[in-house]
Protein backbone atom coordinates (compact mmCIF):
# COMPACT_ATOMS: atom_id res chain seq x y z
CA UNK A 1 0.00 0.00 0.00
CA UNK A 2 1.24 3.65 -0.98
CA UNK A 3 -0.08 6.31 1.87
CA UNK A 4 -0.36 10.10 1.00
CA UNK A 5 -0.04 11.65 4.40
CA UNK A 6 -3.34 14.02 5.29
CA UNK A 7 -2.37 16.65 7.66
CA UNK A 8 -5.39 18.88 6.51
CA UNK A 9 -3.33 20.78 3.95
CA UNK A 10 -1.24 20.09 0.50
CA UNK A 11 -2.49 19.03 -2.80
CA UNK A 12 -3.46 15.78 -1.79
CA UNK A 13 -5.76 14.52 -5.22
CA UNK A 14 -3.89 16.08 -7.46
CA UNK A 15 -0.55 13.91 -6.12
CA UNK A 16 -3.05 10.68 -5.74
CA UNK A 17 -4.27 11.30 -9.50
CA UNK A 18 -0.59 11.67 -11.10
CA UNK A 19 -0.12 8.27 -9.13
CA UNK A 20 -3.26 6.96 -10.45
CA UNK A 21 -1.79 8.19 -14.22
CA UNK A 22 0.89 6.12 -13.91
CA UNK A 23 -1.21 2.65 -12.66
CA UNK A 24 -0.39 2.97 -9.02
CA UNK A 25 -2.65 3.34 -6.06
CA UNK A 26 -2.78 5.54 -3.54
CA UNK A 27 -4.62 5.90 -0.08
CA UNK A 28 -5.16 9.30 1.61
CA UNK A 29 -5.02 8.87 5.21
CA UNK A 30 -4.41 11.36 8.07
CA UNK A 31 -4.25 8.15 10.70
CA UNK A 32 -1.30 7.57 11.95
CA UNK A 33 -1.29 4.06 12.24
CA UNK A 34 -2.73 3.72 8.15
CA UNK A 35 0.89 5.51 7.59
CA UNK A 36 2.97 4.03 9.73
CA UNK A 37 1.89 0.24 8.08
CA UNK A 38 2.14 1.43 4.68
CA UNK A 39 4.79 0.12 2.60
CA UNK A 40 5.60 3.32 0.64
CA UNK A 41 4.73 6.81 2.02
CA UNK A 42 3.85 10.37 0.62
CA UNK A 43 4.50 13.46 2.09
CA UNK A 44 3.02 16.56 0.18
CA UNK A 45 2.58 20.09 1.60
CA UNK A 46 1.63 23.45 0.68
CA UNK A 47 1.33 26.69 2.76
CA UNK A 48 3.27 27.72 5.53
CA UNK A 49 5.69 25.79 7.73
CA UNK A 50 4.40 26.67 11.08
CA UNK A 51 0.97 25.49 10.07
CA UNK A 52 2.63 22.05 8.70
CA UNK A 53 4.34 21.42 12.19
CA UNK A 54 1.21 22.16 14.19
CA UNK A 55 -1.07 19.96 12.06
CA UNK A 56 1.72 17.06 11.87
CA UNK A 57 2.07 16.98 15.80
CA UNK A 58 -1.83 17.53 16.91
CA UNK A 59 -3.04 14.21 14.52
CA UNK A 60 0.83 12.21 15.84
CA UNK A 61 1.65 12.03 11.63
CA UNK A 62 4.97 13.34 13.26
CA UNK A 63 6.16 10.30 14.97
CA UNK A 64 4.34 8.14 12.17
CA UNK A 65 7.25 9.76 9.67
CA UNK A 66 9.96 9.18 12.29
CA UNK A 67 9.10 5.90 12.31
CA UNK A 68 7.99 4.74 8.89
CA UNK A 69 11.73 6.34 8.07
CA UNK A 70 13.48 4.33 10.81
CA UNK A 71 11.56 1.04 9.16
CA UNK A 72 13.31 1.80 5.78
CA UNK A 73 10.25 2.38 3.65
CA UNK A 74 10.31 4.19 0.70
CA UNK A 75 9.14 8.33 1.84
CA UNK A 76 8.81 10.76 -0.98
CA UNK A 77 8.51 14.34 0.60
CA UNK A 78 7.50 16.86 -1.92
CA UNK A 79 7.79 20.67 -1.71
CA UNK A 80 6.99 21.61 2.16
CA UNK A 81 7.05 18.49 2.94
CA UNK A 82 10.51 18.41 1.90
CA UNK A 83 11.25 21.50 3.89
CA UNK A 84 9.46 20.03 6.89
CA UNK A 85 12.25 17.63 7.36
CA UNK A 86 14.61 19.80 7.78
CA UNK A 87 15.86 20.90 11.78
CA UNK A 88 14.13 24.55 11.45
CA UNK A 89 12.34 27.34 9.54
CA UNK A 90 12.68 31.18 9.99
CA UNK A 91 9.07 31.40 8.87
CA UNK A 92 7.01 33.22 10.77
CA UNK A 93 9.62 33.11 13.21
CA UNK A 94 11.38 29.77 14.06
CA UNK A 95 9.68 26.82 14.18
CA UNK A 96 11.27 23.60 14.48
CA UNK A 97 10.85 21.09 11.81
CA UNK A 98 11.11 17.08 11.80
CA UNK A 99 15.06 17.30 12.22
CA UNK A 100 15.46 14.09 9.87
CA UNK A 101 17.44 16.38 7.42
CA UNK A 102 19.87 18.66 9.51
CA UNK A 103 19.59 21.74 8.21
CA UNK A 104 17.60 25.51 7.78
CA UNK A 105 14.73 26.58 5.60
CA UNK A 106 14.91 30.44 4.58
CA UNK A 107 13.46 33.17 2.91
CA UNK A 108 14.02 33.47 -1.14
CA UNK A 109 16.03 37.28 -0.62
CA UNK A 110 14.86 40.43 -2.44
CA UNK A 111 16.86 41.67 -4.29
CA UNK A 112 19.08 38.45 -5.12
CA UNK A 113 21.94 38.90 -4.68
CA UNK A 114 23.06 37.44 -8.23
CA UNK A 115 21.73 38.09 -11.25
CA UNK A 116 21.69 34.85 -13.22
CA UNK A 117 18.25 33.92 -14.64
CA UNK A 118 15.49 31.53 -13.55
CA UNK A 119 16.25 29.26 -16.65
CA UNK A 120 20.02 29.40 -16.06
CA UNK A 121 21.86 27.12 -18.89
CA UNK A 122 25.15 27.05 -16.63
CA UNK A 123 25.52 24.07 -14.47
CA UNK A 124 27.86 24.71 -11.64
CA UNK A 125 30.40 22.51 -10.15
CA UNK A 126 29.10 22.17 -6.81
CA UNK A 127 25.97 23.07 -5.32
CA UNK A 128 26.30 26.58 -3.46
CA UNK A 129 22.97 26.18 -1.60
CA UNK A 130 23.46 29.49 0.44
CA UNK A 131 23.25 33.06 -0.81
CA UNK A 132 26.19 34.06 -2.18
CA UNK A 133 27.82 37.81 -1.63
CA UNK A 134 26.24 40.68 -3.93
CA UNK A 135 27.17 41.32 -7.31
CA UNK A 136 27.24 44.64 -9.19
CA UNK A 137 24.04 43.47 -11.20
CA UNK A 138 21.43 42.80 -8.39
CA UNK A 139 17.81 41.33 -10.03
CA UNK A 140 15.05 41.83 -8.17
CA UNK A 141 13.23 38.44 -8.28
CA UNK A 142 9.61 37.49 -7.82
CA UNK A 143 8.58 35.83 -4.85
CA UNK A 144 6.99 33.41 -4.38
CA UNK A 145 9.36 31.32 -7.05
CA UNK A 146 6.41 29.85 -8.85
CA UNK A 147 6.86 28.22 -12.54
CA UNK A 148 9.10 26.05 -14.81
CA UNK A 149 12.46 25.82 -13.81
CA UNK A 150 16.16 23.39 -14.83
CA UNK A 151 17.41 21.28 -12.22
CA UNK A 152 21.22 20.98 -12.22
CA UNK A 153 21.71 16.95 -11.22
CA UNK A 154 25.07 16.42 -9.18
CA UNK A 155 24.73 12.45 -8.81
CA UNK A 156 22.65 9.85 -9.85
CA UNK A 157 19.53 9.22 -8.40
CA UNK A 158 16.83 6.51 -8.03
CA UNK A 159 14.31 8.57 -7.89
CA UNK A 160 15.56 10.91 -11.22
CA UNK A 161 15.90 7.31 -13.25
CA UNK A 162 15.67 8.03 -17.08
CA UNK A 163 15.76 11.57 -16.44
CA UNK A 164 17.53 13.74 -18.96
CA UNK A 165 20.28 15.68 -16.94
CA UNK A 166 18.76 19.56 -17.69
CA UNK A 167 15.32 19.24 -17.22
CA UNK A 168 12.44 21.25 -16.11
CA UNK A 169 10.16 21.01 -13.25
CA UNK A 170 7.21 23.12 -11.15
CA UNK A 171 7.87 25.13 -8.61
CA UNK A 172 5.87 27.07 -6.01
CA UNK A 173 7.52 28.35 -2.77
CA UNK A 174 9.20 31.15 -1.19
CA UNK A 175 11.63 29.53 1.04
CA UNK A 176 13.97 27.10 0.00
CA UNK A 177 16.14 24.41 2.53
CA UNK A 178 19.78 24.66 3.16
CA UNK A 179 20.64 20.94 4.33
CA UNK A 180 23.63 21.12 6.55
CA UNK A 181 25.43 17.77 4.70
CA UNK A 182 25.51 18.67 0.99
CA UNK A 183 26.14 14.90 0.08
CA UNK A 184 22.33 14.74 0.27
CA UNK A 185 21.48 16.79 -2.68
CA UNK A 186 21.38 15.02 -5.78
CA UNK A 187 20.03 17.80 -7.38
CA UNK A 188 19.96 21.75 -7.44
CA UNK A 189 17.99 24.85 -9.25
CA UNK A 190 19.02 28.22 -9.78
CA UNK A 191 16.58 31.30 -8.64
CA UNK A 192 18.70 33.98 -7.68
CA UNK A 193 20.27 31.87 -5.21
CA UNK A 194 21.06 27.78 -5.94
CA UNK A 195 19.18 25.79 -3.69
CA UNK A 196 18.65 22.14 -2.82
CA UNK A 197 15.63 20.95 -5.10
CA UNK A 198 15.87 16.67 -4.64
CA UNK A 199 17.16 15.40 -1.66
CA UNK A 200 18.18 11.91 -1.41
CA UNK A 201 19.21 9.86 2.04
CA UNK A 202 18.63 6.16 1.97
CA UNK A 203 15.10 5.23 1.66
CA UNK A 204 13.97 8.84 2.05
CA UNK A 205 13.76 11.45 -1.51
CA UNK A 206 12.09 14.73 -1.34
CA UNK A 207 11.90 17.18 -3.93
CA UNK A 208 11.08 21.43 -3.96
CA UNK A 209 9.65 21.18 -6.66
CA UNK A 210 6.12 19.65 -7.93
CA UNK A 211 6.27 15.80 -9.65
CA UNK A 212 2.33 15.73 -9.70
CA UNK A 213 2.39 19.31 -11.51
CA UNK A 214 5.59 18.19 -14.07
CA UNK A 215 3.78 16.89 -16.68
CA UNK A 216 5.60 13.73 -18.40
CA UNK A 217 8.85 14.01 -16.17
CA UNK A 218 6.98 14.44 -13.07
CA UNK A 219 5.05 11.10 -13.71
CA UNK A 220 8.32 9.55 -14.78
CA UNK A 221 9.25 10.78 -11.22
CA UNK A 222 6.56 9.24 -9.55
CA UNK A 223 6.97 6.31 -11.65
CA UNK A 224 10.77 5.98 -10.20
CA UNK A 225 8.98 6.00 -6.74
CA UNK A 226 6.66 3.84 -7.02
CA UNK A 227 8.87 1.18 -8.36
CA UNK A 228 10.90 1.40 -5.12
CA UNK A 229 8.08 -0.07 -3.48
Request: proline fraction near 8%; include cysteine; hydrophobic fraction near 40%.
Amino acid sequence: MLAIVDYGRGNLRSVQNGFRQIGAAAQVSGDPETIAKADGVVFPGVGAFRDCMQNLAARGLDEALHQVIRDGKPVLAICVGMQALLSESEEFGTTPGLDIVAGQVRRFPQPAPHSSPCDSTTQPQTPRLAPTAPSAARQRLKVPHMGWNQLHLHRPCPLLNGLPERVYTYFVHSYYAIPTEPAVVVASTDYGVEFASVLWRDNLYATQFHPEKSQTWGLRILRNFAQLL
